[in-house]
């Protein structure tokens, strides 16, 4: 996949890796993520929100035989939350697709009797989770980048940066995107 941020596109030159000419695609499903050469996460989102729905319909058979709200809790976070919330650090998701996400965890809320916490309140907390970890680990290959990035004063983390994300793209969101994704071996091709 080439992911090509240009004004005026050009067709990439062909890639041969070990005698076989490479493909190019438009969008590639990767570790369970829909990526697309514009990175722009409506796919993934799409398919996010159909198995969110198909995992909810479960929630609601259970609930018609009468299990108790603990278990139906239990069975939202392990099974419905789970494909939710998987790689959602990395996704740069719209107010609209959010807002679909945010309806089905209010509708599953409401299949078990409590009110869960929104989708951006989640992801926040993932986020900050992640970039915790990856600061309390010297040994992690990101750990020096954001060292670096840390208040003299108050060893607070100022701001992200990662020049090639910054050129192509300002905020938070993508920023991460190439955390998570460097940190988990995404190759990427970056066109500038």
């Avoid at 035989?65 to 939202?76: A, G, P, S």
């Avoid at 959010?98 to 869960?116: D, P, W, Y």
């Avoid at 004063?153 to 910054?166: A, I, T, Y």
């Amino acid at each position: 996949m080439v992911i090509d941020f240009r004004r005026v596109r050009t067709s990439p030159l062909p890639l041969c890796i070990l005698g076989e000419d490479v493909a190019v695609v438009e969008d590639y499903k990767y570790l369970g993520v829909h990526l697309d050469n514009g990175l722009n996460w409506r796919i993934n989102t799409d398919a996010v929100h159909k198995k969110g729905m198909s995992r909810l319909y479960f929630l609601r058979k259970l609930r018609s035989f009468n299990v108790c709200r603990k278990m139906l809790e239990i069975f939202y976070r392990s099974v419905v939350a789970s494909a939710l919330f998987f790689a959602a650090v990395c996704c740069s998701i719209r107010d609209g697709d959010t807002s679909r996400i945010n309806k089905l965890i209010r509708k599953a809320g409401s299949v078990i009797g409590i009110k869960l916490d929104p989708f951006e309140a989640v992801l926040e907390r993932r986020t900050l989770n992640r970039l915790l970890s990856i600061m309390d680990n010297p040994t992690h290959p990101l750990h020096l980048q954001l060292d670096s990035q840390r208040s003299s004063f108050s060893n607070r983390l100022l701001q992200l940066r990662h020049n090639s994300v910054q050129q192509i793209t300002s905020g938070w969101k993508r920023t991460l995107c190439s955390i998570v994704s460097l940190e988990y071996n995404h190759v990427v091709h970056f066109t500038l």
